[in-house]
């Protein structure tokens, strides 16, 4: 085995490269957390602003509930023929607003499911990125101190 000796400036310029490859891939796993942690506020905001749309519109079908059984109670004074009829409006109206606070609620949950997916694979790329970053990483301190070794 020969030994080759290196002018002290090669090593030194060798080092300086490794190092500013080093911080290189410091500053690009820092903004890869950057932007994920970015998209998780913003994946969180959607999910908040969905669910407060949601509420909003319960309280809304609550008050309209409110409304129609006020409705109903003067239409009772009126006389039991036209109780009958509001009750039987009523009945089909409540079931169309379960149906409607069904089909929100189901909506809401397609909308978490969507963002829930939509997380697991951000999470998965940046574990994938991070891994593949460690990997290099390893694989130049490797060859540093395979170069130290060799000095």
Do not use: C, W, Y
Not at 17 to 44: D, P, Y
Not at 48 to 73: G, N, P, S, W
Not at 104 to 128: F, G, V
Request: proline content about 1%; aromatic content about 0%.
């Amino acid at each position: 085995m020969t030994l080759t000796l290196h002018p002290p400036e090669a090593r030194f310029s060798e080092e300086m490269e490794r190092e500013h490859e080093i911080r290189n891939l410091k500053e690009t796993v820092e903004a890869l957390r950057e932007a994920l942690e970015k998209q998780k506020a913003g994946t969180a905001q959607e999910v908040a602003q969905a669910v407060a749309e949601a509420h909003t519109e319960i309280r809304d079908l609550k008050a309209t509930i409110a409304e129609m059984r006020i409705e109903l109670e003067r239409r009772k004074a009126a006389g039991e023929e036209a109780v009958q009829k509001v009750m039987a409006q009523s009945a089909e109206e409540g079931r169309q607003l379960q149906s409607s606070v069904q089909a929100l609620r189901d909506q809401l949950e397609r909308e978490k499911a969507r963002h829930s997916e939509a997380e697991q694979l951000m999470r998965r790329t940046q574990r994938d990125e991070t891994a593949e970053l460690e990997k290099t990483i390893q694989q130049i301190r490797g060859e540093l101190e395979a170069a130290r070794a060799q000095k």
